[in-house]
Structures are given as C-alpha cells and as structure tokens.
C-alpha cells in the first residue's frame, strides 16, 4: 500500500487549503484513514481520522470545527479541508491508513512522505 500527499503549501492567516492523499495498492475502502503532522522536535500529532465509509470522523480540539476529513473511495483519495489557517498549524502534514479510525501513530499500519504547510504573513 502506498500512500502519497499532495497539496501544501504557504498561505497567510485565515486562508485554505486542501490536501488530498491518493491510496494505491488496494482500495482505500479497505482502510481507515487519518491525517496527522509534525513540525521539528516534536511529536507527530493526529489531526482528523476518518472510518473506512466516512461514517465515522474524529478531530483534534486544535482543528474542530476549521479542518474536515473526507474520502472518495470511488478515487481512493481522502482529502483534508483545512479552513480559517493559524501560523500554529504550521507543520508536515501526513496521511496514514490503518484497521481502524485511530487517533495514535502508533496504531496506523501504512503512512505517506507528507506534505509541508506553512501559514505565514
């Protein structure tokens, strides 16, 4: 399984962003998928974490109500919606995939290389 993340980038406070995370190598339905990040000298830290339906999403507190999980298992692609940008989500953003919508790393069998974000005046 391959995971691969696209659509960082630098935008100033208050802007969007969307990233899409493209699954290869067996369907994405067969996977939940979850969205973390880490920025130097600290831990990777979840994001978003989606069921293999979209039944189910989970978000940090950080991110609640500004940032949206999504998939299209139709293009085994999940995407990140990320609205009303801080300078403190600045970071790498990573995609994972695992058995279940899971909040730790740890629990997360397949990941992507990232992607930066960087939100800046």
């Known amino acids: 399984v391959q995971l691969q993340a696209s659509g960082g980038g630098l935008v100033q406070p208050g802007e969007s962003l969307r990233l899409s995370c493209v699954v290869s190598?067996?369907?994405?339905?067969?996977?939940?998928m979850g969205w973390f990040r880490q920025t130097p000298g600290k831990e990777r830290e979840f994001v978003a974490t989606i069921s293999w339906n979209g039944a189910i999403t989970y978000y940090a507190g950080s991110v609640k109500g500004r940032f949206t999980i999504s998939r299209d298992n139709a293009k085994n692609t999940v995407y990140l919606q990320m609205n009303s940008l801080k300078p403190e989500d600045t970071a790498v953003y990573y995609c994972?995939?695992?058995?279940?919508?899971?909040?730790?790393?740890?629990?997360?069998?397949?990941w992507g290389k990232g992607t930066q974000v960087t939100v800046s005046s």
């Open positions: 994972a995939a695992g058995r279940t919508a899971a909040t730790m790393p740890s629990l997360m069998d397949y």
């Open positions: 190598g067996r369907t994405s339905s067969s996977y939940a």
